[in-house]
Each structure stands twice: as structure tokens, then as C-alpha cells.
């Protein structure tokens, strides 16, 4: 039995055929591109782009003008992680880790200036911490989003600065640009940062890249009571590497498959 078409609302119909114009053969767009795939006259398609900008489920590029999906889609999307590849590959490391040290592990995915917690383990510690799944994790005051900075190029790097806010979660936050920049070059040295009580007083947290095909996907990272989380510090740091490595080897990132 065939089903009665619903009421179609023009604008939402709209909006939902320029979101699917963006694919991986069209990631980025033009004005003039979008409006042509979708028929609809340039103002009319440059209204609801503005409006979904607005909402971050597009992002424009301030430097060629082009469109892309923001990162709403991604925070949206998380809600159905159990069938992502990123989740089934980077999932078993989380567990693995978390049952090892009793800690707390996470996959932060990074898109478009915006670090996403999106996936968590708990142990049964008696330590809660606050990040939630789906929910955005501060680049300035965290062990990841430091060291996703760290690893972005000079101009991507101070155009997420300029719109970090360095909400203040603790005394030991980080709380200046210039205080910021100043820790990332020992960050990418040594391949990892930390997080000593910058969010939550009494946690400390380590985290490390994770890479795909493209670039930089996001982190991976345990966190703990500091006392704890200092002791064990080096073995910790050397498993989420070796964690991070076969990880990304899965996702493709060439520098991690040339041996393989």
C-alpha cells in the first residue's frame, strides 16, 4: 500500500535539498554552484544558507566565500555513532584503556573549529566527570582540544583561536591566546598534552591525535583523580599512542600505513 504524501513545507524542503548538494565529491561550494543544483535564484538560496549558518549546519569559508556542512550535522549525527565506522575502529582502544587503568576514556571528533565529546567509557569509579556525549569540550582548557591545536596549520590555528571565548573553569585555565600558543609547541613535539585540573579541580587528563586519510580526525583520552592519573602517567601516555597509531592506521592516514 503506497503511503499519502505529507504536506511538504517549501522552505524546509529547501533547505534539506541544498544540505544534500554537500558530498564527498562536492565538500565545498559556491553560491552559484548551490543555487544551480538546487534551482532557486541566488537570494533566495543565499537566505536559507544565512539561516543555517546561523545554526551551524553550514559553514562558510571566510576566505574563498565556498559552504560547507558545520558542525551541527556532525553534533546531530553522534546520536548515531554505534553504526560509524570511527566508532566501531576507536571503541574497543576506549574499552581496552578504561579496563587496564580503571579510568575514564573518550573519542573527541574534531570539524570545523568544534570538538565534539563522542564517545565515552566509565569504569565503575567512583569519579564522575561532567563531559556528555554530543556535547561540545573546550579547545583552550582541555588535553584534547590542546593538542588538536597543536597539530593545525599556522592560519587554520589562529582562526580557532580568534573564536575560542577562554571561559575561565578553574584557576589553572588557560586564559590568553598568547598563554595558549605558548604550550603547543612542546604539545606536537612530544605528540600529546595534558590537563591538570583546567576543567574539573582534582582531574587530570592525557590525550592524543588520531588521524584518517584527510587529516586530523580528533583525540582519544583517559582521565582520572590527579593523584592517581600522575603515578601512572607514562605507561598511560605510552598506550594511547600505541592506541592512536593503530587507529589511525585503520582510518588510512598514510604516514601510519607506509609500513604496513
Not at 49 to 58: E, G, P
Not at 228 to 235: G, N, Y
Request: charged share 20%; aromatic share 6%.
Amino acid at each position: 500500500m503506497q503511503k499519502d504524501k505529507p504536506r511538504i513545507i517549501q522552505a524546509v524542503q529547501r533547505a534539506i535539498e541544498i544540505l544534500e548538494c554537500f558530498d564527498s565529491l562536492d565538500m565545498e561550494l559556491q553560491l552559484g554552484e548551490l543555487s544551480k543544483k538546487v534551482n532557486l535564484n541566488k537570494s533566495t538560496a543565499h537566505g536559507i544558507l544565512a539561516t543555517l549558518i546561523y545554526h551551524d549546519y553550514v559553514h562558510q569559508n571566510p576566505e574563498t566565500g565556498a559552504y560547507k556542512l558545520g558542525p551541527k550535522i556532525l553534533e546531530k549525527g553522534l546520536q548515531m555513532l554505534g553504526r560509524m565506522n570511527t566508532y566501531q575502529v576507536v571503541r574497543p582502544h576506549l574499552l581496552n584503556i578504561a579496563k587496564k587503568y580503571r579510568q575514564t576514556t573518550h573519542l573527541f571528533l574534531y570539524v570545523n573549529g568544534v570538538l565534539f565529546c563522542a564517545d565515552k567509557v566509565e569504569t565503575a569509579s567512583f569519579v564522575v566527570l561532567s563531559s556528555r556525549i554530543g556535547h561540545r569540550h573546550p579547545l583552550h582548557a582541555s588535553a584534547s582540544g590542546k593538542v588538536i591545536l597543536a597539530n593545525l596549520d599556522r592560519s587554520s590555528l589562529n582562526a580557532v583561536i580568534e573564536n575560542i571565548k577562554f571561559t575561565r573553569f578553574t584557576a589553572k585555565t588557560i586564559s590568553s591566546p598568547k598563554e595558549l600558543l605558548d604550550t603547543l609547541p612542546d604539545i606536537q613535539a612530544r605528540g600529546y598534552a595534558l590537563e591538570d585540573e583546567e576543567i574539573e579541580e582534582g582531574i587530570y587528563s592525557a590525550a592524543v591525535p588520531i588521524w584518517s586519510y584527510q587529516g586530523l580526525l580528533g583525540t582519544i583520552s583517559i582521565s582520572g583523580l590527579r593523584n592517581h592519573m600522575l603515578s601512572i602517567k607514562e605507561e598511560v601516555v605510552r598506550d594511547l599512542i600505541e592506541s592512536a597509531e593503530l587507529a589511525s592506521r585503520e582510518f588510512g592516514h598514510p604516514m601510519l600505513s607506509q609500513n604496513t
